[in-house]
């Protein structure tokens, strides 16, 4: 597509609650990034993928969180028992490859989840 | 592990001024710089890349540096617009994902 797209935009649900963020990026990009950002605060690197293989997982919060891609192309990020601190927007980006010197990076609009 | 800093955290300027803001970074291993620009619920949007190879890059009213080997770059802001308010955020890439700084909380004033 022409820009990456992320989708439901909004989200609210209850605590104890799974929900599932879809990611689609750039078409031909290899590299998928998921950060979130929390109210008032920067961006918080959780996984990113090179093809299908996430080669990071570091940065995801607890086991409750979990994020799968197929194909190179679409990706989802699972958050199982849903707690008010997962509450944030869930920002996914895509680029050619990772790292690299003219590798620009594309941000979605972002996936805005409220745990209530 | 690359940490990045981003000074000042909040800059209010009366429309027409020419600004700089500044990030640092602590790992100088990088490929390339990035400069971001994020409205109030919105995604971030590229402002410029510039490569570790380069010094500067120009687009419009704004310019960046980079001094890879100080781990320093700047963004200038030419005669600044109400419409630039905004929170910039500059995040250094090497061969692993980017990373942010907090950013600089940017508010124009008509």
């Known amino acids: 597509g022409a820009g990456v797209s992320q989708s439901p935009s909004n989200k609210v649900t209850e605590k104890g609650k799974d929900v599932e963020l879809r990611c689609d990026p750039i078409s031909g990009h290899t590299a998928l990034y998921w950060y979130r950002q929390s109210l008032g605060q920067g961006l918080e690197f959780l996984i990113y993928f090179q093809g299908n293989s996430a080669p990071d997982k570091s940065g995801l919060p607890s086991d409750r969180f979990s994020a799968e891609r197929t194909g190179g192309s679409v990706s989802t990020l699972t958050i199982q028992r849903t707690q008010q601190e997962d509450s944030a927007v869930y920002l996914c980006a895509s680029s050619s490859a990772v790292g690299g010197a003219g590798n620009t990076i594309y941000f979605g609009e972002g996936s805005w989840l409220t745990v209530v | 592990k690359q940490e990045v800093t981003q000074i000042p955290a909040a800059l209010s300027v009366p429309e027409g001024e020419n600004l700089v803001l500044n990030c640092s970074f602590t790992?100088?291993?990088?490929?390339?710089l990035q400069w971001f620009r994020q409205d109030p619920g919105k995604g971030l949007t590229s402002l410029l890349l510039i490569q570790s190879s380069q010094r500067e890059q120009t687009s419009g009213r704004l310019n960046a540096s980079l001094d890879k080997s100080s781990g320093r770059s700047t963004l200038y802001i030419a005669a600044s617009q109400p419409g630039d308010s905004a929170t910039y955020l500059c995040?250094?890439?090497?061969?692993?994902?980017?990373?942010f700084g907090k950013g600089t909380r940017l508010s124009v004033i008509a």
């Open positions: 790992d100088s291993a990088i490929y390339n």
């Open positions: 995040a250094p890439s090497g061969n692993t994902p980017l990373v």
